[in-house]
């Protein structure tokens, strides 16, 4: 029997623009996952729109200020890190249990940070993969299979290198040649609906505005739409609970119980 297959998706800096994405979203019945860090130089969302978004839709930690783990403090890592989970519970009265490290950037001590802060599952900005989650020092880390975003050949070749991920590139020869996102997060999908996998779509809702790539997410989620009944669309806190061996959740349920049991 196949493996199944599940659709996700996460969008990074939680930018105001991100609502059209989560109109689009809702629109094809597709679930989000929504990084949003406390400040960022390009602005991000009102606490009220972030309470909207909330209501449909998960939100993940992204640090307090948008920073680069692997170029502060060991403290200062820490306290983006840990903060940024509690800044989005206040934010939004819901358990923050997914982080995205910002540009994609960590080094092994920040994994052992994020599951000490209480976060379940990190999402990379690994290429062109259709697994998933796999689980790294008790944490379930998810790769992504498509960005909305125009890349050329050199960025896919450099992030499978870098993570000496070769069957990545081979699945960009067979499914990418045309070099346009959207037909590449089209074969792909088929491809894993047909193999079994994650296909994970991701992008920054300011990156759709400023490449005028509305209209090619709005036809890719779309087309996705088409599909939840053979791959269920998950958010990426449900898609790393589901893959996490059941051991792991009794143990954090039993954490969790005691936790509440000796006052918090
Ligand atoms: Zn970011």
Redesign the pocket.
Known sequence: MKSPTYITTSW??GHPMDLRVAALLAKCGIAGTF?V?AA?ELGTMSAAQLRELVHDFEIGA?TLH?IDLTRVSDRTAWQEIADSKAWVEDNTGVSCVCF?P??GRYESLHLHMIRKAGYLGLRSVEFLSLDFPRRQAGLMLMPTTVQAFPHRFSAFAKNAIKRKALANLWRYVVHGRAAEWPVMAESLLRHAIARGGVFHLWG?SWELQDESQWQRLKDVLCFMGGFVRQAPALTNGQLCRMSMPSVTVLSQAAQAAKTAAAGG
């Open positions: 990074d800096d990084y860090p960022t992204h948008h995205c910002p540009l920054h």
